[in-house]
């Protein structure tokens, strides 16, 4: 099973580097959200809680551009019924689910870069806590855009329908690594963040398993 | 492989009706009916890519039920409406769907065999963008063949195909006619007739 799900990760990879479906989306989305918060700041000194919510506000709606790529391609170019055909609903969920995880780490790397290059106040004080906020919570973002992106993509308005259902059900990771961002850039004890790093990391969990037992009907029709 | 009471519905329109049919190893069955009368619908059915409305297929081995696990790389299946990742070269598609089937297949001379046998095997590397129609639907015949399923499910089966192309498909049913599970769903006499049982539906 394992081997599998590498096969579909693996493949999926090989395919973005060659057609660049979610990654062209992601750079532009990147740079043009960055820009727009920079022109809405004019120079203004921003606190950690301002600067924390507006990175992770360029980090969702990037995502919300790229990440549905994963099954919204298969969809578009016809080959999900190749997939459905090869490999049981588990895998393609796990391979796929890979996938949108290494895709959101970049693209929190990539915020990371870009804040740090054009914000002089985005200092962050404790690497450890800011770390593990941006790998959970990159996460609990691939795994609710993942089973949202698989049951959007068998829709007509895929584009509109993508953030306004991820929305409602990222509101609780995404307040949460705000508030772990906060702790970081402040550089609050580590213990204080905990909570924060528990919420997510039960967030995952909750959304995959649910994930695993949806995605099978989702898939199959 | 049974196939009890099977019934589709799509919205409120019915597409299939209580279709029943059995079928064992060297059983042919051809799938006939008009246009829109749901011969694709039953074969992805068969192939487990589609729920049925009511009804069920079960595959059974040695008496025992299979799980769909189990049916999946038992089964080959050809359609038009089949797409292949064609942004990869021939050899590269094989070996990702090899790999995630984890069949193998890659490390076989059935693929140089098979290649040969629908003519690809001197454009093997070139990327299938490039192909035409009818060498994209050769190439779905490798890739449902090269993991030796006992189960083939062909819908349209020459769709698109050239004289030479036809031939390889024909030496593929008939030795499929014998030792396997062979269901050709079909408009077109002569290919209905490469089958020892006919179903028709819709009517």
Request: hydrophobic share 50%.
């Amino acid at each position: 099973m394992i081997k599998q799900i590498m096969a579909v990760f693996s493949k999926d990879v090989r395919s973005e580097l060659r057609t660049r479906y979610a990654l062209n989306a992601l750079l532009m989305f990147v740079v043009t959200t960055v820009a727009i918060i920079l022109f809405a700041l004019r120079g203004e000194h921003a606190g950690p809680t301002v600067l924390a919510g507006m990175f992770w506000v360029a980090v969702f709606f990037t995502a919300m551009s790229g990440l549905s790529r994963s099954f919204v391609s298969e969809e578009e170019r016809g080959t999900t019924m190749t997939l459905q055909l090869i490999a049981s609903p588990t895998t393609v969920y796990f391979g796929k689910l890979l996938f949108n995880v290494m895709l959101t780490i970049l693209l929190v790397a990539g915020v990371t870069i870009v804040y740090l290059a054009v914000f002089p106040a985005f200092e962050i004080n404790d690497m450890s806590i800011f770390l593990l906020t941006v790998f959970l919570g990159s996460l609990g973002l691939a795994s609710a855009a993942t089973i949202i992106a698989a049951i959007i993509a068998k829709a007509g308005s895929r584009g509109t329908l993508y953030p306004v259902l991820s929305f409602p059900i990222l509101i609780v990771p995404l307040m949460t690594v705000m508030n772990a961002t906060v702790k970081s850039l402040e550089g609050t004890p580590f213990s204080d963040a905990m909570v924060d790093f528990v919420v997510l990391i039960s967030y995952v969990m909750v959304m995959t398993a649910g994930s695993v037992l949806l995605f099978d009907y989702v898939w199959k029709d | 492989m049974h196939a009890e009471g099977v019934s589709k519905k799509f919205n409120r329109r019915n597409v299939l009706r209580d279709i029943s049919f059995a079928l064992a190893p060297g059983d042919s069955l051809a799938v006939t009916g008009k246009n829109g009368s749901g011969k694709s619908t039953l074969v992805k059915i068969l192939a487990g890519v589609l729920s049925p409305t009511s009804g069920r297929v079960v595959y059974e081995a040695s008496g025992s039920r299979l799980s769909s696990d189990e049916i999946r790389p038992l089964i080959g299946f050809v359609s038009p409406y089949l797409q292949l990742y064609d942004e990869f070269t021939a050899v590269e598609i094989l070996d990702i769907i090899a790999r995630i089937r984890s069949s193998g297949a890659h490390e076989s001379a059935r693929r140089r065999m098979l290649m040969e046998q629908f003519n690809l095997w001197d454009r093997k590397d070139d990327i299938v963008r490039t192909y035409s129609s009818g060498m994209k639907q050769r190439l779905k015949y490798v890739v449902a063949l090269e993991h030796s399923p006992s189960i083939l499910l062909l819908d349209e089966p020459t769709s698109n195909l050239d004289e030479d192309g036809i031939n390889a498909v024909r030496k593929v049913v008939s030795e499929y006619g014998k030792s396997g599970v062979l269901v050709v769903a079909t408009n077109d006499a002569v290919e209905a007739a490469w089958c020892s049982r006919q179903l028709k539906v819709g009517s």
